[in-house]
Structures are given as structure tokens and as C-alpha cells.
């Protein structure tokens, strides 16, 4: 196909106080060099690390633009000299540390993040290093394959690669959110018993629908983690996929069993508190800290998701052009699964 020099782009621009959301034309296209490849971008999603950087709460340095979003899909275009991973026609998502392949992270793997150290997948073309795409299952859309490469391979991060769920396990997911819902679809596709808290009851209606074997709404029992207790017959969670921060550490410490593995993956709540260490060490209990995860750990989650046929649970999908209210319904909070834009 031939390549137009310019296209549509989504930039954050700096204010006084975060950055507002700014739709330019003409942006340039950069031929892919050695080793990259450029991709027609499908779709996009948004997770709430995008909410924080546009609000300026979430760090990405002294950076006064930046295209916005790590998650992204589409089909590649071109290549440049030396590329041998893809070819032109491949559907391929983006990978959310670009430089981070296999193995433990790096000092390297920080700086090469989408929509955050580097620009993001908000745009109509993207040229980026065959090292940080994957190949998207035959079974999904753009759009289901834009939904994975953050809250997917974290909430896979949490309870697989680093979790080693098993079969049978009492998993502990906070919330509806894109990492949680994820978590859910996992947990139940491995045969492992997920419970879920939400604030809101049709939501956790939903949840049951998708394999929760129980539910606890958290405003109405504040004490989740003893009702967790209760509900597993004083079992306890042996995998926690840890959202909240602060505000939820203390009930997901409360509701860990033995031997049991909590992944500390976000702070929607903040970030701090204490560690009772006499606690976990008596229950033989651990606490993982987790950002995302590898390129293999996504090649692993998308072999997952082929042989258990399973598909992102979308809550909506929005036009490219509506991309300012794709971040408003963001903000609200009252998504059940993934938002996406479909460019």
C-alpha cells in the first residue's frame, strides 16, 4: 500500500497543571529504520495510568508533548532493513516496555515505555522496533487485541508468571476494572475459584457471569478481608491481584491464606502504609511488586488466550474523534472491563 507522508495525532499538551488532550494534523510519518517496522494503528485503550499522566499526577518527566497511550493494535505497513519478526500484513499490538523481551527488567525497561517515556499509540501510524510488537491470536479483533497490552499481561504478570496460579486456588481480585476483569478471565479459564468486591451489585452480577465463584461489595462490608475469610472457610486468598494501594493493602493482608501471594500492581488509592511483616512470615505469605510485564509474558498470555478461546470483555468502544469523551468515561470510574478507541 502506499504510505501517506502525514496523518492524525492525539498530543498531550502541557499546562499549568497536567496536560491537555489535542488533536494535530500533519503530523509527520517516520519511515521505519533498521530493525522497526510502522503500523497502521486498528485501535487503542486507555487504562487509568492515562487519566493520571493527563492529569499530571503520574510521572513522565519534563516532557512538554507526548502522544498519549501504551495500548494499541494494527497491521504493519512497511519494514525496515534487517526486520525478520514481522512483515507487512502482520496484525501486531505493541508491547508497553519496548525494550523489555524476556527475563527481569532492566534500568533500561522504565525508559522505554509507551505513552509515557516514549510516544504512545494514540495516532493514526506508529514506527516502533520489531523488538516491541507481538503478534495478535487469529481469534481477536484490533480491538480486543488493543486491550491487552497493559492491563492483560499485568494482571497475567500477577497470577501466573509471578504468581504461579494453579488450579483450585482462591483468587482475590479488587474492583471491575481492565486488570481485574482480566484477572477474573484467567483464574477462571485455570480452573482456580475467583472472588471479586465491587461497590456496585450489578456489577458483581456481571462478574458471576464470568466465572466469579463469590462477590463481596465493599461499601457495604468495609471488612472484605475477613469476608473473604468467611466466605473460603477461613481458607484465604491464595492469589490477591492488589489495585487499590493504601486504601486496600490492610483487607487484602487480612484475607491472605496460607502460603497465599499478593501481586502489588497499582495505588488508585495511594501508595504507602505499613507491611506487617510477623503477619506474612507466620502465614508463609508473600508481596510481589509488578509493572506490566515482559514481551514473553505477553507471547505466554496470548497462547492463554488462544487455547481458552477468550476475548477482552469491552465495556465501549469510542470513534478516534471522540477520544476526549473515551477519557471522560475513563475518569468516571463506571467501566466494567476495557474502554477502547477504534481509529
Given at each position: 500500500?502506499?504510505?501517506?507522508?502525514?496523518?492524525?495525532?492525539?498530543?498531550?499538551?502541557?499546562?499549568?497543571?497536567?496536560?491537555?488532550?489535542?488533536?494535530?494534523e500533519g503530523a509527520p510519518i517516520l519511515p521505519p529504520g533498521p530493525?522497526?517496522?510502522?503500523?497502521?494503528?486498528?485501535?487503542?485503550?486507555?487504562?487509568?495510568?492515562?487519566?493520571?499522566?493527563?492529569?499530571?499526577?503520574?510521572?513522565?518527566?519534563?516532557?512538554?508533548?507526548?502522544?498519549?497511550?501504551?495500548?494499541?493494535?494494527?497491521?504493519?505497513?512497511?519494514?525496515?532493513?534487517?526486520?525478520?519478526?514481522?512483515?507487512?500484513?502482520?496484525?501486531?499490538?505493541?508491547?508497553?516496555?519496548?525494550?523489555?523481551?524476556?527475563?527481569?527488567?532492566?534500568?533500561?525497561?522504565?525508559?522505554?515505555?509507551?505513552?509515557?517515556?516514549?510516544?504512545?499509540?494514540?495516532?493514526?501510524?506508529?514506527?516502533?522496533?520489531?523488538?516491541?510488537?507481538?503478534?495478535?491470536?487469529?481469534?481477536?479483533?484490533?480491538?480486543?487485541?488493543?486491550?491487552?497490552?497493559?492491563?492483560?499481561?499485568?494482571?497475567?504478570?500477577?497470577?501466573?508468571?509471578?504468581?504461579?496460579?494453579?488450579?483450585?486456588?482462591?483468587?482475590?481480585?479488587?474492583?471491575?476494572?481492565?486488570?481485574?476483569?482480566?484477572?477474573?478471565?484467567?483464574?477462571?479459564?485455570?480452573?482456580?475459584?475467583?472472588?471479586?468486591?465491587?461497590?456496585?451489585?450489578?456489577?458483581?452480577?456481571?462478574?458471576?457471569?464470568?466465572?466469579?465463584?463469590?462477590?463481596?461489595?465493599?461499601?457495604?462490608?468495609?471488612?472484605?478481608?475477613?469476608?473473604?475469610?468467611?466466605?473460603?472457610?477461613?481458607?484465604?486468598?491464595?492469589?490477591?491481584?492488589?489495585?487499590?494501594?493504601?486504601g486496600t493493602l490492610a483487607q487484602s493482608l487480612a484475607a491472605v491464606?496460607?502460603?497465599?501471594?499478593?501481586?502489588?500492581?497499582?495505588?488508585?488509592?495511594?501508595?504507602?502504609?505499613?507491611?506487617?511483616?510477623?503477619?506474612?512470615?507466620?502465614?508463609?505469605?508473600?508481596?510481589?511488586?509488578?509493572?506490566?510485564?515482559?514481551?514473553?509474558?505477553?507471547?505466554?498470555?496470548?497462547?492463554?488466550?488462544?487455547?481458552?478461546?477468550?476475548?477482552?470483555?469491552?465495556?465501549?468502544?469510542?470513534?478516534?474523534?471522540?477520544?476526549?469523551?473515551?477519557?471522560?468515561?475513563?475518569?468516571?470510574?463506571?467501566?466494567?472491563?476495557?474502554?477502547?478507541?477504534?481509529?
Amino acid at each position: 500500500m502506499s504510505i501517506p507522508k502525514s496523518q492524525l495525532q492525539y498530543q498531550l499538551v502541557r499546562q499549568p497543571k497536567g496536560f491537555s488532550l489535542q488533536l494535530r494534523e500533519g503530523a509527520p510519518i517516520l519511515p521505519p529504520g533498521p530493525n522497526e517496522a510502522l503500523v497502521q494503528v486498528r485501535a487503542s485503550s486507555l487504562n487509568r495510568r492515562d487519566i493520571g499522566i493527563q492529569k499530571g499526577v503520574y510521572p513522565v518527566g519534563p516532557r512538554e508533548t507526548l502522544v498519549p497511550l501504551s495500548d494499541g493494535a494494527g497491521e504493519v505497513v512497511a519494514v525496515g532493513p534487517g526486520t525478520t519478526r514481522v512483515k507487512p500484513g502482520d496484525r501486531v499490538a505493541a508491547t508497553f516496555f519496548q525494550s523489555w523481551a524476556a527475563g527481569r527488567p532492566t534500568a533500561k525497561t522504565g525508559p522505554s515505555a509507551l505513552g509515557g517515556a516514549l510516544d504512545g499509540m494514540l495516532a493514526q501510524y506508529v514506527t516502533l522496533a520489531e523488538e516491541g510488537l507481538v503478534q495478535v491470536p487469529a481469534h481477536l479483533s484490533f480491538e480486543d487485541a488493543a486491550a491487552l497490552p497493559c492491563a492483560a499481561v499485568t494482571a497475567w504478570s500477577g497470577l501466573v508468571a509471578r504468581g504461579r496460579m494453579q488450579a483450585g486456588d482462591i483468587v482475590l481480585l479488587q474492583g471491575t476494572g481492565g486488570v481485574s476483569v482480566f484477572g477474573l478471565q484467567l483464574a477462571a479459564a485455570a480452573g482456580a475459584k475467583p472472588y471479586i468486591t465491587s461497590s456496585s451489585d450489578e456489577k458483581l452480577a456481571r462478574a458471576r457471569t464470568l466465572g466469579a465463584v463469590g462477590t463481596i461489595n465493599y461499601k457495604a462490608t468495609p471488612e472484605w478481608g475477613k469476608a473473604l475469610l468467611e466466605l473460603t472457610g477461613g481458607v484465604g486468598s491464595h492469589q490477591t491481584l492488589e489495585v487499590g494501594g493504601s486504601g486496600t493493602l490492610a483487607q487484602s493482608l487480612a484475607a491472605v491464606g496460607q502460603g497465599g501471594h499478593i501481586a502489588l500492581i497499582g495505588g488508585l488509592s495511594g501508595f504507602g502504609g505499613d507491611i506487617p511483616a510477623g503477619s506474612l512470615v507466620g502465614r508463609n505469605a508473600s508481596v510481589t511488586g509488578i509493572t506490566v510485564g515482559s514481551r514473553a509474558d505477553f507471547e505466554a498470555l496470548n497462547a492463554f488466550l488462544a487455547k481458552h478461546s477468550i476475548r477482552p470483555v469491552i465495556d465501549r468502544v469510542f470513534a478516534f474523534a471522540e477520544a476526549d469523551d473515551a477519557y471522560a468515561y475513563m475518569d468516571t470510574g463506571s467501566h466494567f472491563g476495557k474502554i477502547v478507541i477504534r481509529h
